[in-house]
C-alpha cells in the first residue's frame, strides 16, 4: 500500500494528521452539559421539558424501518431455586427480596431466615438461620479498612425488631470470578439492639459506613471499630435526625406523625447522603469533603410549594403527576455539575434539584427543584401512551431511566429512557422503549462496571464517545418468579445487530440507521466493527464504512445574484441527521453560517470517520504525561514510573493495531480517486450554478456551456480527492507510530523503568519528565533513542540478551527503532563493553568495530552522545571520523562549502540549511579539542609509584601514551589535518587560529591559505590574520608573497600597529625580498626590492620625527601629532609640511631635505643657521645622514 510504511514520514506531516485528529477531538468535547440541555438557569426560575416532539421523537415514525430497532439485548431469565419456592408455602410472617449487584447476588429472607444466590444461573445458595426475630431487611457494605480480616470482603446487615446483626461475607474465587463462592460467617460479627425501630432499608458507603433508614423517620448510623473505647461501645446505633441525646428518650414519647424513612442514597462523588420518606419527603445530609462528616442541611417535600414548581415549570394543571416519589437518585459530578438529584413520581415525572445556589461549586446548602421533565405521551402529536400513576419502581443513573409500571395485580411494563443514540444535541432528547415482565417488580440494580470510561472530561462525554472501550451496561430486575438481566446496547451494538439482521450491508434497516447519525458517526461505529474479530460483521461494517462514508468536496459561497434569483436571503442549512439539532458540534464552519471567502474543502465521513475513532482511541493518554514522578518514603530520589499500567498499554495497543490492520487490509481509503466510476454531484443541488457563480467575474453572461460546468467540477472533484487522500495517508503514518512508540514504551515499561531512567543523563530525565505521549509519538525520537540506548547498555556484556531486545524492538517498532536505530544500538553496546576490557589492544579493536558501525550511521545518530562515549573511553580519533562522517552524508552535494564560498547569501536557504549541519558536526570535533588543549595546558599530575615490584607492563607505553593530553592532542590534529573536506579544514583553522596559531602556520594544506585570504576581508581580525599569513609564507619559502603581506600590514592604517611595528614589517618584508632575488633573478622582484628600501628610509625619518615630538613638553597639539605618526606610513611632503614645519623639527627638515635629494643650497644654509641658533649641533651630528648634508654645504662654501 503506497505510504503506509514509508519510515521517512516527517515530524511536520505527523504533526498535521495530530491537529487534524485533536479537531474532530474537540468536537467531540462540544456537548452540552445535563443542566444545559433542560434550560436550568436559576433555582429561582424552574424549567420544564417532555411536552415537544423533539423530547421522544418516535423512530418508527420518521425512519419506519427503525421501527423494531433494539436497545436491550434479549433478556437472560433465571428463575428462583426450586428449593426457595417452597419457603414461600411456609412464610408466617414477612417475605422480603432484593439485589445486591455488586457481588451477582439475590438476597430473599422469610421469617428469620435469609437466603443469597447468584442471579446468573440461580446457583451457589447460601443461608443464615441463626436468628430469632423476624428479619425486616439486608444490606450489603464494604467494611471499614483495618478493621477484620482480611478474608472479609464484605459486611451482611441484617435488621429485625429487636437487633441489628452484622455477619462476615467471604469469597472464593475460581477463575477471573473473584466472588464465585460466597460464604456467611457462622456467627455474627457484631449484634445491636435497635431500641425498637424497625429499620427499613440500610445502605453503605465507600468508606464502610452503615447508614440504615427507620420507620420512625430518622437516620441512622451503625459506628464500629476495632475495640470498645473508654466512652463508646465496640458497634452502637447513632440516630442523625435528632440531638445525640435521643437515646435517653423512650420512642413511645415521641408524637409526632410518623413518616417512615424508605429509601437512602449517597452521591459518592460528591459524599452527599439523600433520604426519601413515604410521604416523599426528601432531606440532605452532608458528608463533608472526606466522606467522614455529618450534618443535615436542607430537607423538602411534596408539598403546595413543590408541586406549585413543578406545575408552573411543565405548564401542566394536574398536580396528581408529581406526587407521591417513588424513587429518588444522586446525579454525579460526572453527569453534571450543577444538578444533584433526581427524584421520580408516579406518573414518571422526573423531578431535578440542586443542593447550591445558582450552579455554585461547594457543600451543599439547600434543596431546590429546577426542572420538571413529563414521561413520554405528553406531546401535541404523541401516538405514545401515558404512563399514568402506575410507577411504583424506577432505577436511574448516567442519564438512563428504568420505570416499572404496574399493568396487572401479576404483570408489570418495564419502561427504558435514555438519550444515547441522540449524542451532542443541545436539548434533552430520549428515545423510550418498553416490554412485559412476568410477576410484580420487587427491585431494580445496574451491575457496576468495572472498566469504568477512561476520561479526564468531567462531566463524562455521551455513550458514543466511549462506547468503543465500554463493556454493555447490565440491567438485573428482580420479580417474584426471578431474574432478568438485560443489557444495554451501544449504538454500536445497535448497528451491529441491524447488519445481522439485514445479513449484510444493504438494506432498509442499514439505510435508517445510517440517517439516523452524521457520516463521521457512523463511520466511526463502522470502524469499530470492522476492527473486531467477528469476520462477518467486519466485512459487512467495512462495505457500510465506503459505501456511506460519502466523498469530499468543496463548499462554494452561494453568489448575490443566485440568492436573488432563487429568493435566498442566506443558504439553506441542511443536516444528514434524522434528528441532529440545526446547530451541532459537528455541524461544518459553512453551516454555522460564517462568511466564505473561497472554496472550502469538506472531507468526506470515511475521512472523518478515521480522525475520529483514531481520536477516541488515544483521547485517554494522548495529552497525558509519559512517567509520573513520586515520593516514595526511605528514598532520597523521587521514583519514576509509566503513567499507564502494563494492562492499560496492552488494551492501547492491541486496539490500535486493530485499526492498523484495518488499514493495511484498505488501500483504497487512500484513493486519490472516486470509488465510483461516473461523477457524483456533491453538496449542495445547485453546487454547479454557485460553482460558476463564484468563478464568473463581474459583467460576465450567465449563460455558461454546460462542458465548462462540467470541466470545473471534475477539476475541484479531483482536487478534493487529492488533499483528502493526502491527508489520509498522513493519518494512517500516525496511526503506525503511534502503534509502534506504544509498543517501544511498553516494552521499557517491562524492563525495569526506573533503572532505564536512572541511566538517562540528568537533561535528558528532565526532558523524559516534561514529555507527553503526543511528543513522543510525534516528535519523540531522539528521546525514545535515548532510552533505547541506555537499556541495551544495562545489558552490556550479555550478547543474547541485547540482539534479543534489538530483535523485540525491530519487531515492535520498525519506522520509529529503523535499521539503523539497531546499528547504533549495537555500537553503543559495543563501546561499553569496551570500558570493561582491560587489554588495550583488544579494547581499541572492539571500538575501531564500534566506529565502523557509527560510521554507518554517522547522520541519524545524536552525536553530542556518540562523542561523549568515545572520548570517555580517550578514543579521540572516532570522534573525528564519525562527526566527518556525519557532515558527508547530512551534506553529500556540498552545498555548504558553495554556500561559503559565495559569500552565505540570504536567500540560498538550501546552502545555509546544509552549511550550520555540517557546523553543528563539526562543532564536537572543535570542542574535544578544546578539552584536550585545556587538559594539556593544566598542571601535571603526581607521578605514581608502582604497583607492584617488577617490570612494567607489556601495555604500560600505551597505557601512558593514552594518559598524555600533549600527544593526544597533537594525534588528533594530525588525523583532522589529514581530511580532504575543505570546509572543516576552515572550522578547524578558526579554532586554531583562536588557540594554536602557531601550530597553524606549520600546516602544510592547500587550504590553510585559502582560509587566511578569506579571513583577511574581515576588517576587525585584518591584522591578526595579515600576521599568520606572511609567515604562512615565510615558512613555506615563498619570500616574495611574504614581502608582499608584510608591506601591505606596514601600511594598513588604524592604531593597531605603531610606527616601530610598521618598521620592523617592512625591514623584515626587505628580508623577505632579498631572500627571493637570492634564488630568482626576476626583474619586478629587483625593483619591488627597491621600493621597499625606500619605504623602509621614509619611514625611519618618520619615526626620527616622531621621537622628537615625543621630547616636546606635552600638550593636545603634541598627543595628536603622535597618534597620526603611529596610524600610518607617510610621505616626505606630509612629515615635511604637516609635522617638522609645524613643531619647528630643523634637524628633521635637513634630514628631509637630504632624503628627498633636494639640492637648494639656500634652504640648506638657512636651516644649518636654525640648528645652530638652537644649540641643538650635537644632537645633530650624531646622525650620519646629517654628517653627509654638512660635507655638502661645506664645498659649497
Known amino acids: 500500500m503506497p505510504g503506509i510504511s514509508d519510515p521517512a514520514i516527517t515530524a511536520d506531516a505527523l504533526e498535521e494528521a495530530a491537529k487534524e485528529v485533536e479537531k474532530l477531538l474537540t468536537a467531540d468535547c462540544q456537548y452540552t452539559e445535563l443542566s444545559g440541555k433542560l434550560r436550568v438557569q436559576s433555582n429561582s426560575v424552574p424549567t420544564g421539558s417532555g411536552k415537544s416532539d423533539y423530547d421522544y421523537p418516535a423512530l418508527s415514525a420518521s425512519i419506519p424501518s427503525l421501527g423494531s430497532l433494539p436497545f436491550y439485548s434479549q433478556a437472560q431469565r433465571t428463575p428462583l431455586p426450586p428449593d426457595l419456592v417452597e419457603q ?59 478493621i477484620f480480616q482480611d478474608h472479609i470482603q464484605f459486611l451482611l446487615v441484617l435488621t429485625t425488631p429487636v437487633d441489628i446483626v452484622i455477619l462476615g461475607v467471604s469469597f472464593t474465587s475460581v477463575g477471573s470470578d473473584c466472588y464465585s463462592e460466597m460464604h456467611l460467617q457462622p456467627e455474627p460479627l457484631f449484634v445491636i439492639p435497635s431500641d425498637n425501630v424497625n429499620l427499613l432499608s440500610i445502605t ?92 443535615r442541611v436542607a430537607q423538602t417535600s411534596t408539598d403546595n410549594y413543590v408541586i406549585n414548581r413543578a406545575c408552573q415549570a411543565a405548564g401542566i394543571a394536574d398536580r396528581k403527576l408529581f406526587t407521591p416519589i417513588v424513587h429518588i437518585a444522586p446525579i454525579a459530578n460526572t453527569e453534571s455539575y450543577t444538578l444533584h438529584l433526581v427524584a421520580v413520581t408516579q406518573a414518571g415525572v422526573r423531578l431535578y434539584f440542586t443542593t447550591t445556589p445558582d450552579g455554585q461549586q461547594g457543600r451543599p446548602v439547600l434543596l431546590a427543584m429546577v426542572h420538571a421533565r413529563l414521561p413520554p405521551g405528553f406531546s401535541p402529536s404523541s401516538t405514545m401512551l401515558k404512563p399514568g400513576n402506575t410507577i411504583h419502581l424506577a432505577h436511574y443513573r448516567r442519564g438512563t431511566l428504568l420505570l416499572a409500571s404496574s399493568q396487572t395485580d401479576d404483570k408489570d411494563a418495564l419502561l427504558s429512557i435514555d438519550h444515547d443514540i441522540f449524542p451532542f444535541q443541545y436539548s434533552l432528547t430520549e428515545s423510550q422503549v418498553s416490554f412485559p415482565v412476568d410477576g410484580r417488580s420487587w427491585a431494580i440494580a445496574e451491575v457496576p462496571n468495572l472498566v469504568e470510561p477512561m476520561s479526564s472530561l468531567r462531566p463524562l462525554p455521551p455513550a458514543i464517545v466511549s462506547q468503543h472501550a465500554q463493556l454493555q451496561r447490565r440491567f438485573v430486575l428482580l420479580t417474584a418468579q426471578g431474574t432478568y438481566i438485560l443489557d444495554k446496547l451501544h449504538p454500536v451494538d445497535q448497528l451491529r445487530t441491524v447488519l445481522e439482521m ?99 474543502l469538506v472531507m468526506s465521513g470515511r475521512h472523518q470517520g478515521l480522525c475520529l475513532y483514531l481520536g477516541r482511541l488515544i483521547s485517554p493518554f494522548w495529552n497525558a504525561p509519559l512517567v509520573t514522578v513520586t515520593f516514595v518514603a526511605g528514598q532520597k530520589e523521587l521514583q519514576v514510573q509509566s503513567t499507564f499500567s502494563q494492562e492499560q498499554l496492552g488494551v492501547f495497543t492491541e486496539q490500535l493495531n486493530a485499526l492498523r490492520n484495518f488499514i493495511e487490509r484498505n488501500p483504497q481509503l487512500m484513493a486519490a480517486t472516486s470509488p465510483n466510476d461516473s461523477l457524483v454531484q456533491t453538496g449542495s443541488p445547485n453546487v454547479h450554478q454557485r460553482l460558476l457563480n463564484f468563478m464568473r467575474p463581474e459583467g460576465m453572461s450567465t449563460a455558461s456551456p454546460l462542458h465548462i460546468q462540467q470541466s470545473l467540477q471534475i477539476k475541484y472533484r479531483n482536487e478534493a480527492f487529492s488533499r483528502e487522500s493526502r491527508s489520509t495517508q498522513q493519518v494512517c503514518q500516525l496511526v503506525i507510530k503511534t502503534c509502534e512508540a506504544l509498543a517501544m514504551w511498553k516494552l521499557l515499561s517491562d524492563n525495569q523503568l526506573e ?3 536512572a541511566s538517562l543523563k540528568q537533561a535528558e530525565r528532565d526532558q523524559l519528565k516534561g514529555i507527553t505521549f503526543k511528543t513522543f509519538v510525534t516528535s519523540g525520537k531522539h528521546i525514545a533513542n535515548n532510552m533505547i540506548t541506555s537499556l541495551i547498555n544495562r545489558f552490556a556484556g550479555d550478547s543474547v540478551m541485547t540482539d534479543n531486545l534489538v530483535k523485540r524492538l525491530r519487531e515492535l517498532a520498525p519506522t520509529v527503532y529503523s535499521e539503523d536505530d539497531a546499528i547504533a544500538s549495537k555500537a553503543s553496546e559495543l563501546v561499553m563493553v569496551a570500558k570493561t576490557v582491560q587489554n588495550y589492544h583488544d579494547q581499541l579493536m572492539i571500538l575501531r568495530e564500534s566506529l565502523q558501525l557509527y560510521g554507518k550511521v554517522a547522520h541519524q545518530v545524536d552525536l553530542a552522545s556518540v562523542c561523549g562515549e568515545y572520548q570517555a573511553v580517550q578514543f579521540y580519533d572516532a570522534v573525528v571520523e564519525v562527526c566527518l562522517c556525519a557532515a558527508s552524508h547530512k551534506d553529500p552535494q556540498q552545498l555548504a562549502l558553495r554556500h ?67 600527544q593526544q592532542l597533537e594525534d588528533t590534529l594530525t588525523l583532522s589535518l589529514q581530511s580532504d573536506d575543505e570546509l572543516f579544514h576552515v572550522t578547524l583553522y578558526s579554532w586554531m587560529k583562536a588557540n594554536l596559531h602557531d601550530r597553524l602556520v606549520e600546516v602544510r ?17 585584518f591584522v591578526e590574520t595579515l600576521n599568520l599569513l606572511w609567515r604562512y609564507y615565510e615558512k613555506n619559502r ?21 610606527l616601530d611595528q610598521r618598521i620592523s614589517c617592512l625591514s623584515r618584508a626587505v628580508m623577505c625580498a632579498k631572500c627571493c632575488n637570492l634564488t630568482t633573478t626576476v626583474s619586478n622582484e629587483g625593483e619591488f626590492l627597491h621600493q621597499l628600501e625606500e619605504r623602509l628610509d621614509v619611514a625611519r625619518l618618520q619615526l626620527q620625527v616622531l621621537h622628537a615630538i615625543a621630547a616636546l613638553p606635552r600638550s593636545h597639539q603634541v598627543t595628536t601629532a603622535l597618534d597620526l605618526l603611529n596610524a600610518e606610513l607617510m610621505d616626505l611632503s606630509k612629515l615635511y609640511g604637516d609635522f617638522a614645519e609645524v613643531f619647528d623639527l630643523y634637524e628633521c627638515k635637513l634630514a628631509i631635505v637630504h632624503c628627498a635629494g633636494h639640492e637648494d643650497s639656500a634652504l640648506v644654509e638657512t636651516l644649518w643657521h636654525n640648528i645652530i641658533d638652537t644649540g641643538e649641533l650635537a644632537c645633530v651630528c650624531v646622525c650620519a645622514c646629517v654628517r653627509a648634508c654638512v660635507r655638502v654645504c661645506m664645498r659649497a662654501c
Not at 429472607?109 to 445458595?125: A, C, E, K, P, Q
Open 502 to 600: 439485514c445479513r449484510g450491508a444493504v438494506g432498509e434497516a442499514v439505510d435508517g440507521f445510517c440517517r439516523l447519525f452524521k457520516q463521521e458517526q457512523m463511520c466511526a461505529m463502522c470502524l469499530v466493527l470492522a476492527t473486531k474479530p467477528d469476520q462477518q460483521v467486519a466485512m459487512w461494517a467495512t462495505e457500510v464504512f465506503f459505501q456511506y462514508g460519502g466523498e469530499p468536496h468543496f463548499v462554494f459561497p452561494t453568489s448575490a445574484a443566485y440568492q436573488l434569483q432563487a429568493g435566498q436571503s442566506s443558504p439553506q442549512v441542511t443536516s444528514t441527521s434524522a434528528y441532529s439539532t440545526p446547530v451541532s458540534a459537528y455541524a461544518s464552519p459553512s453551516v454555522l453560517g460564517r462568511a466564505i471567502m473561497g472554496p472550502e
Open 1038 to 1058: 615563498e619570500y616574495f608573497a611574504a614581502a608582499h603581506v608584510l608591506e601591505r600590514l606596514a601600511e594598513q592604517p588604524g592604531s593597531e600597529l605603531s
Open 204 to 295: 453503605g458507603s465507600r468508606h464502610g459506613r452503615i447508614f440504615a433508614a427507620g420507620k420512625d423517620g430518622c437516620l441512622y448510623e451503625v459506628v464500629y471499630q476495632a475495640e470498645d473505647g473508654w466512652f463508646s461501645r465496640k458497634c452502637r446505633k447513632i440516630n442523625h435526625s435528632t440531638s445525640r441525646l435521643s437515646f435517653l428518650v423512650p420512642s413511645f414519647l415521641s408524637f409526632s406523625e410518623e413518616d417512615p424513612m424508605v429509601q437512602i442514597t449517597i452521591d459518592e462523588s460528591r459524599n452527599i447522603l439523600y433520604s426519601r420518606s413515604e410521604k416523599g419527603v426528601i432531606q440532605v445530609f452532608d458528608l463533608g469533603n472526606d466522606g467522614f462528616g455529618m450534618s
Open 755 to 757: 533503572l532505564t531512567v
Open 88 to 146: 414461600f408455602d411456609q412464610m408466617q410472617c414477612n417475605c422480603s427480596m432484593g439485589l445486591f449487584p455488586d457481588i451477582s447476588r439475590v438476597w430473599m429472607s422469610v421469617d428469620t431466615n435469609v437466603y443469597l444466590w447468584s442471579y446468573i444461573d440461580g446457583g451457589d445458595l447460601a443461608y443464615f438461620d441463626g436468628l430469632n426475630e423476624v428479619i425486616l431487611t439486608a444490606g450489603l457494605v464494604l467494611p471499614k479498612p483495618g
Open 1005 to 1021: 594544506s592547500p587550504f590553510v591559505e585559502d582560509f587566511l585570504k578569506q579571513v583577511a576581508t574581515n576588517k576587525d581580525d
Open 900 to 966: 561559503y564560498k559565495s559569500g552565505q547569501p540570504e536567500d540560498d536557504a538550501q546552502g545555509r540549511n546544509a552549511f550550520n549541519q555540517r557546523m553543528t558536526s563539526y562543532s564536537h570535533i572543535t570542542n574535544m579539542l578544546q578539552q584536550l588543549l585545556n587538559a594539556s595546558q593544566a598542571p601535571a599530575s603526581p607521578t605514581h609509584s608502582p604497583v607492584k615490584p617488577g617490570p612494567p607492563s607489556p601495555h604500560s607505553a600505551e597505557l601512558k601514551q593514552q594518559s598524555n593530553p600533549k
